[in-house]
């Protein structure tokens, strides 16, 4: 299941990867916005990140303009590692070596074509493990109080 959500401005692009994932047939739980109005991306990267964090989504897929403020605010719900990206290469690395379970993209950064793309790539490769692994661990040691320059 991939949970998405977008503020007002992320939403023609958060429709381009609704079309993309009914023809990968992956499931998805749309979290808001629904309308153009304007409001805030917060509230809707809140949301679809829970949904991430708890399990109830395995990945999910951010839009606002810059694709900076909802990941930004993702991160901030523990256990997101969100990755604000504009490229497929971009795309391809923050799953292989960082395991970011939430995507975020500009729709006022990237056209159609390449976030269809970018989002392809990021559902379609998986974490490479290994010394990757024990970095991961030491952001998310970060996010739970652990001082990492203890050792230094
Ligand atoms: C909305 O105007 C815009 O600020 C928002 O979509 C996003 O780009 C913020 O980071």
Request: proline letters at 2%.
């Amino acid at each position: 299941m991939i949970a998405l959500a977008s503020d007002h401005a992320g939403l023609p692009l958060k429709r381009e990867i609704i079309s993309l994932l009914e023809e990968m047939g992956l499931p998805y739980r749309d979290y808001g916005a629904y309308s153009e109005q304007s409001c805030d991306y917060a509230v809707y990267a809140q949301l679809a990140a829970r949904a991430v964090a708890s399990g109830a989504c395995e990945r999910g897929i951010l839009c606002c303009g810059t694709g900076i403020g909802i990941s930004m605010a993702a991160n901030k719900v523990k256990g997101i590692r969100c990755a604000c990206v504009s490229d497929c290469f971009s795309a391809k690395l923050t799953r292989l070596h960082n395991d970011a379970n939430m995507l975020a993209m500009g729709a006022r950064v990237v056209g159609p074509g390449l976030g269809r793309m970018i989002a392809e790539v990021f559902l379609t490769t998986g974490f490479e493990g290994g010394r990757h692994q024990r970095r991961v661990d030491q952001i998310m040691a970060i996010e739970a109080g652990e001082d990492l320059t203890a050792g230094l």
